[in-house]
């Protein structure tokens, strides 16, 4: 009997040594795979957009990171000069003869980035937030014009009215002749501080302070435009213009024509420089 029962205690001892190894090897498996899973994870975001039926096209939120806040990011003090927006110079920006699109730059650059955006679009803030430094050094060098079209479907999609004010309020720096020189600035601000999408954040009271860090923007017309949605039509005529085109979410981001919203390179400023190199754009 005690033969036996130390034979038994050695297999025993063998039987939890083997899956001690096989543990351990899964294991060791399990973590290798983790990269790779993380990075299709990260593709899949980068791939995904803001779908015009149900919010992010992908159905999934954001990083808890982005989205642990229901408040508005507050906008820089008065006398702050590390934003990306300040000191940008004077660029052009007009409305065009249909009523909706914005033209960014000199008219005769010989490319054309086209932009279809919705203000709460957290997926339209990523591609400003990497890519907006570098659309506005192509603009100043005449290399690039920028023709925007902003969509306001979010509001429908998740309650609220912030997307439509805050096209309002972007049609309102054009001024009333539809040319102004605070679009561009005022446009650049609403994606850095673009609060989170569920809390409808872009309140009349907040796109003022943000029009605020615009040198020479804010005046009793500018602010009796964004408090009166002074510009409902033209932000009822944009969505339709977004509504025709068939796009079924944002951002929608077209160089020279060609459709490269779906490509993981949009969402980054290497992989966005890599896109505009291989359209000619340097």
Avoid at 113 to 118: P, R
Wanted: glycine share 12%.
């Amino acid at each position: 009997m005690s033969g036996t029962t130390g034979g038994n205690t050695g297999t025993n001892r063998t039987n939890k040594d083997a899956r001690s190894r096989a543990d351990r090897v899964i294991s060791r498996r399990r973590a290798a795979a983790l990269p790779a899973v993380a990075a299709v994870l990260t593709l899949a975001l980068a791939l995904a957009g803001c779908d015009s039926g149900s919010g992010p096209a992908d159905g999934s939120r954001l990083p808890e990171s982005r989205t642990s806040t229901a408040t508005a990011t507050p906008p820089p003090p008065e006398t702050a000069t590390s934003s990306p927006a300040a000191g940008q110079g004077t660029i052009p920006a007009r409305l065009e003869a249909d009523g909706t699109t914005v033209t960014v730059g000199d008219p005769a650059a010989p490319h054309t980035l086209t932009v279809v955006e919705d203000p709460r679009c957290p997926y339209c803030e990523r591609f400003e937030q990497a890519n907006a430094a570098r659309i506005q050094e192509l603009e100043k060098a005449g290399t690039i014009r920028v023709q925007y079209t902003f969509a306001s479907f979010l509001d429908q999609s998740l309650g609220g009215g912030g997307s439509k004010r805050a096209v309002n309020a972007l049609r309102a720096a054009l001024g009333t002749d539809g040319h102004g020189s605070g679009f561009v600035t005022l446009h650049t601000l609403v994606y850095e501080y673009q609060p989170n999408e569920n809390s409808d954040g872009f309140t009349a009271d907040f796109l003022l302070e943000l029009a605020g860090k615009v040198p020479g923007l804010r005046s009793a017309a500018f602010d009796a435009a964004v408090r009166g949605q002074t510009y409902a039509s033209f932000v009822t005529a944009s969505e339709s213009a977004f509504t025709k085109s068939g796009a079924s979410g944002t951002p929608v981001v077209k160089i020279d024509g060609d459709n490269v919203s779906g490509q993981d390179g949009v969402s980054t400023a290497a992989g966005f420089d890599k896109l505009l190199a291989g359209h000619g754009v340097s």
